[in-house]
């Protein structure tokens, strides 16, 4: 059966530990199936592939990935896939995830059943998600400084110094508290079983159209966890900044000055994650953070 897919990206995180034989694995499988390989540039040098597959691709930028690419394949593990989500998002692409790390939340196909797996859902057989992305816009003095989009969490926290931060909390223009804490998590689902999760969150079923507001470290004992419909807009005002920065799936920062203002809304456009067909989110949950097993 022929590919649903013709055009191909593939990212990577190169230090990592048998890549050169994983990425070979999968630059033949695809190259058999007569498929145009994109590499990206940033994550994959030249010496990962072996002489005979150098041909075989294309190196470009993740942003020409978003435009020319049908499927974009992560070798790695949930940091790289999330790299890749916010890059490509915007194009609307699909991606696939081969774990090469530890949890591997995100990235659900196996390494030593790549090529199986890969060539099964190439031909239609997977399990398609639909993820929400946040969109978190930082304004100081009436003006954007920093736009970026999340699939995991935004997160409002202390610094080196570790002076507590103050802020005010509104939701869809509502005043809903005032909080003085190390700062505060805005999770999607996908993000609920990450930082929101170890800070005292509840797990959000991934494609629940939510997102969790878990405090970090409040002063007050009545600061609780909330979650919130995805169609809410969330506007955050620093009364007291210290030295606070905002991170985006942890992976990218700003500084904080106090009286900014963060406004988190849902990105407008979802991310399509692909699973195997025998893909089951509360088995995952199992597996990745131990859960006991059925005893019948």
Not at 4 to 29: A, D, M, S, W
Not at 72 to 86: E, H, K, N
Not at 117 to 132: C, D
Request: net charge neutral; proline share 3%; glycine share 6%.
């Amino acid at each position: 059966m022929s590919s649903q897919f013709k055009q191909i990206g593939i990212v990577t995180r190169p230090n990592t530990p048998k890549i050169e034989e994983c990425l070979n694995r999968l630059v033949e499988l695809l190259y058999a199936k007569k498929l145009n390989i994109y590499l990206d540039e940033d994550s994959i040098s030249e010496n990962l592939l072996c002489e005979a597959n150098l041909p075989k691709c294309s190196l470009i930028s993740k942003d020409e990935m978003g435009r020319k690419c049908d499927l974009v394949i992560v070798l790695g593990g949930d940091g790289t896939f999330l790299s890749a989500a916010r890059k490509v998002a915007a194009h609307r692409i699909p991606l696939l995830g081969v774990n090469q790390g530890h949890l591997g939340f995100l990235t659900q196909v196996s390494r030593e059943n790549m090529v199986q797996e890969v060539e099964s859902m190439l031909t239609g057989k997977y399990h398609a998600e639909e993820r929400i992305l946040l969109e978190a816009t930082v304004v100081r003095n009436g003006e954007t400084i920093n736009r970026s989009l999340a699939l995991n969490d935004v997160v409002l926290s202390r610094g080196g110094a570790g002076q507590m931060i103050e802020f005010e909390v509104f939701i869809n223009k509502e005043f809903v508290y005032t909080q003085r804490s190390d700062g505060l998590i805005v999770s999607s689902p996908t993000g609920s079983t990450a930082y929101a999760l170890a800070a005292g969150g509840p797990i959000l079923q991934a494609s629940l159209r939510a997102f969790t507001l878990v405090p970090i470290c409040p002063q007050s004992m009545t600061n609780r966890p909330i979650a919130i419909a995805d169609t809410c807009e969330i506007n955050i005002l620093i009364t007291k900044a210290g030295d606070a920065r905002v991170h985006f799936d942890g992976q990218s920062y700003v500084d904080i000055q106090s009286m900014d203002k963060i406004v988190i809304r849902r990105y407008k456009h979802s991310l399509r994650v692909l699973h195997p067909n025998d893909y089951q989110y509360y088995r995952t949950l199992r597996q990745k953070l131990h859960w006991g097993e059925q005893l019948i």
